[in-house]
């Protein structure tokens, strides 16, 4: 499994992935599900990654073949739009659909994949999209900023209690890391490291870039003081009224 | 869906069940999931159903029919052990099985079912059991002293952080409220009323039954308070340290 999130917000975007793949429970890898093109002040894009491995890798090689194809109306670091940019992720999904899908399914394999695109390319707004394993996508809006994939429901209360397109980048960001924590905490099957991407608008770069580690001191500081303090609200909470 | 939670604690047992069910999104009913059997001083039985209504239903037919057969060895009210309790309620959802599952296999529905099993039996510890549709089962034990049946992701992050087998039955039951309203804000298929019953070890009897509606004092005061102080813990976390 995987979780992977990405939030559209007025100040930015924000995008966390966490970094374990597994093929059953007795074969647990490390694999970084975010992946970066940008070209200095005109165009950052993120993709984010969830479902087959064996998948998910065969379409950024492609999305890597097409940028490196110079000239190529699919190369990611020559769209004029993220929508545009969108597109061209949903097409390599279909080309490696095309591909291996029979294969996979005489296998009994299926065809699993789900993407998240954002950035921004000089001349638009920051935008967001999640595509889905048909190749098809949507977009985020003011009324549903953020998109998740992969193991998705452990991670979501604090997200839709926290999130809306005003809150400020660093909240964002300690929201998604209290968000993959919820996770990891539930679910062997999701695991740190963390990559944490932050992009202020307007900028065509990096904010911050974090590969955050167990060991990581802020972290670990964040995980023991939510633990403490979800149990320190639970005794506040009042009790039930009725005699048990 | 549906989302069911019992407790097996020191001083006693927790149960707790939403009331809605769903044929599709445009198909809501109330049902409730709980069903107790009693005998004054002699053994207190609750059941908890998940899956597909028309199943769950079935099994608790033929339950209430042998209970109803007085003398039967395959009654909750005979029974010595809840041990057997959970073999009898096994074979029924297996004499459900062979009765509707070929037909169902040939509409395209899964037969779908699991079942929480709880309560105290004159002579035993209160024991409390999971049900699979394969009609075989599981007991609770210290290490794992809680079940969860249908829904269960969004509820399970709060019981894992404060239930242990010494919380108090006052602290599960509102912990159990918590964990039910966690699922019914992410999940539309989860709703209120919500069942909730506590058994305190060795009364044979219910210490309380509640029938909470959304109109509840006390449960929208715990709600309030709840998803405020979440947003409140949220913002005396630390901020990340990195430049953003």
Not at 71 to 81: A, D, K, P
Not at 156 to 174: E, H, M, N, Q, Y
Not at 206 to 222: C, G, I, K
């Amino acid at each position: 499994m995987t979780y992977c999130l990405a939030m559209a917000l007025d100040a930015g975007l924000v995008f966390a992935s966490d970094s374990r793949t597994n093929a059953g429970v007795d074969h647990i890898s490390t694999y970084r599900k975010m992946r970066v093109w940008q070209q200095p002040d005109e165009r950052l894009i993120v993709l984010l990654s969830a479902g087959n491995l064996a998948i998910t890798q065969a379409v950024v090689a492609i999305l890597d073949q097409n940028v490196r194809a110079a000239e190529s109306e699919h190369s990611l670091m020559q769209v004029g739009s993220l929508h545009h940019g969108a597109r061209i992720v949903g097409q390599a999904i279909r080309q490696v659909y095309h591909q291996d899908a029979k294969a996979l399914r005489e296998a009994g394999v299926d065809f699993s994949v789900s993407m998240i695109l954002g950035g921004q390319v000089r001349g638009e707004p920051p935008r967001l999209f999640m595509i889905y394993a048909a190749g098809n996508f949507i977009e985020a809006t003011p009324e549903t900023p953020y998109f998740q994939i992969g193991e998705t429901k452990y991670g979501k209360p604090i997200v839709d209690r926290v999130i809306s397109t005003g809150t400020d980048l660093t909240s964002a960001a300690k929201c998604a890391l209290v968000s993959l924590d919820s996770t990891i905490r539930s679910n062997m099957t999701v695991g740190l490291p963390i990559d944490l991407l932050v992009y202020r608008r307007d900028e065509f770069a990096v904010a911050t870039h974090q590969l955050v580690h167990d060991n990581d001191p802020y972290f670990r500081e964040m995980r023991t003081c939510w633990g403490q303090g979800i149990r320190d609200l639970f005794q506040v909470l009042p009790d039930p009224p009725w005699k048990i």
